[in-house]
Antibody, heavy 121, light 110 residues
Framework: QLQLQESGPGLVKPSETLSLTCTVSGGSISGTSHYWGWIRQPPGKGLEWIGSISYSGSTYCNPSLKSRVTISGDTSKNQFSLKLSSVAAADTAVYYC?????????????WGQGTLVTVSS | QSALTQPRSVSGSPGQSVTISCTGTSSDVGGYNYVSWYQQYPGKAPKVMIYDVSKRPSGVPDRFSGSKSGNTASLTISGLQAEDEADYFCCSYAGSYTWVFGGGTKLTVL
């Protein structure tokens, strides 16, 4: 069974860079037909797609966050990562990593448990 | 890229049916048949209930169904049960390998 686990600091200071890693077990991030994504949810609010990385390493980002987002993958560790620069209080959210299945349809079918990141001095 | 529009809340009694709408534009919901719906309990990760507008993943009860007309997608839950009380989010492909979610709908089972 595929499992995803987010890890990283739970507290980041304003103007600094948020860094999170998603470790995947039970499947390979370099396997074809899948993408790997980051989604966030501010407290009490809706979900927001941040960006995705393909099995071949191509990255795609939400236009509203594009200038601040970097997504990368490490196939040797079966991990993919998110960096969000120049954070502000509005970036406080639960950050989820998820698999975007792209075979037999498109859906975020496996999710990590989520990790709360608070932006505060 | 704007969030898809969902009603903030809906409610229904056990056994009844409820429908949650998700309105976008011709650049997302109306342009592709890649709308999915997610159920989320408090403090938990979302779970996919419907994908590709109307497909149900294995294990999801057939009480859950999805449809689309123009720029609006809908999730219908028939035979409401207490366990269906949760938040529901829609998601659509928006072109160029990007995705957009809805603001979420809180379903209350009376």
């Amino acid at each position: 069974q595929l499992q995803l686990q987010e890890s990283g600091p739970g507290l980041v200071k304003p103007s600094e860079t948020l860094s999170l890693t998603c470790t995947v077990s039970g499947g390979s991030i370099s396997g074809t037909s899948h993408y790997w994504g980051w989604i966030r949810q501010p407290p009490g609010k809706g979900l927001e797609w941040i960006g995705s990385i393909s099995y071949s390493g191509s990255t795609y980002c939400n236009p509203s966050l594009k200038s601040r987002v970097t997504i990368s993958g490490d196939t040797s560790k079966n991990q993919f990562s998110l960096k969000l620069s120049s954070v502000a209080a509005a970036d406080t959210a639960v950050y989820y990593c998820a698999r975007l299945r792209s075979r037999d349809g498109y859906t975020f079918d496996f999710w990590g448990q989520g990790t709360l990141v608070t932006v505060s001095s | 890229q704007s969030a898809l529009t969902q009603p903030r809340s809906v409610s229904g009694s056990p056994g009844q049916s409820v429908t949650i709408s998700c309105t976008g534009t011709s650049s997302d919901v109306g342009g592709y048949n890649y709308v999915s719906w997610y159920q989320q309990y408090p403090g938990k990760a979302p779970k996919v209930m419907i994908y590709d507008v109307s497909k149900r993943p294995s294990g999801v009860p057939d009480r859950f169904s999805g449809s689309k007309s123009g720029n609006t997608a809908s999730l219908t839950i028939s035979g409401l049960q207490a366990e269906d009380e949760a938040d529901y989010f829609c998601c659509s492909y928006a072109g160029s390998y990007t995705w957009v979610f809805g603001g979420g709908t809180k379903l209350t089972v009376l």
